[in-house]
């Protein structure tokens, strides 16, 4: 997921590190928090594999920054990840969010179509939170009034990520 952010946001435009940082921090930071000790070493990693190129800048104040761009092996590796997300960045929503933020970068339609399609598709699954056996249990079936809560706010996000998904599939022509 960091990963992918750290692309995404090169994907748009050159930023240094600290910008970098709170624009994920923005996407992510209220589920993950971004620490300097993960961005780092997940930015040399990408850098490392040619994805990421860095230039130093003169620092108006201080000492002279580092300046991230996105390589074209970079972009290729942006468009793969999007347009073949794993099975996991479809399934937990803070990972699917991360996909979703820059999925806009895929330039075919069709591709984020075929996405968007398999989020629908997990979705349409019958899943609970609580389970009777192998059986999904509704907030109804719950006496505890915690548990029906979790239900009911998790049905509710679902029902209206359902409704945005079929019409942005419509609008795509998917």
């Known amino acids: 997921m960091l990963e992918?952010?750290?692309?995404?946001?090169l994907y748009d435009a050159p930023l240094h590190g600290y910008e970098l940082r709170k624009r994920i921090a923005a996407l992510t930071g209220h589920v993950r928090p971004v620490a300097e000790s993960t961005l780092y070493p997940a930015i040399k990693?990408?850098?490392?594999?040619g994805l990421l190129a860095r230039t130093t800048e003169p620092g108006a104040v201080a000492a002279p920054r580092h300046v991230l761009t996105l390589t074209a092996e970079g972009r290729t590796e942006l468009l793969h990840r999007l347009a073949e997300p794993a099975q996991r960045d479809i399934t937990d929503e803070n990972r699917?969010?991360?996909?979703?933020a820059f999925l806009r970068h895929l330039p075919d339609p069709a591709a984020q179509a075929a996405v968007l399609r398999r989020r629908l598709a997990f979705l349409q699954e019958p899943a609970s939170f609580f389970y009777d056996g192998d059986r999904p249990l509704a907030?109804?079936?719950l006496d505890d009034?915690?548990?029906q809560g979790i239900l009911t706010i998790a049905r509710a996000?679902?029902?209206?990520?359902l409704t945005w998904l079929r019409a942005t599939l419509d609008s795509l022509g998917g």
Not at 4 to 9: N, T
Not at 45 to 49: G, N, S
Not at 96 to 100: C, I, R, S
């Open 4 to 9: 992918l952010a750290i692309l995404g946001f």
């Open 45 to 49: 990693r990408l850098e490392k594999a």
């Open 96 to 100: 699917w969010f991360t996909v979703l």
């Open 139 to 141: 907030a109804e079936e």
């Open 145 to 147: 009034p915690f548990r």
């Open 157 to 161: 996000t679902s029902r209206a990520e």
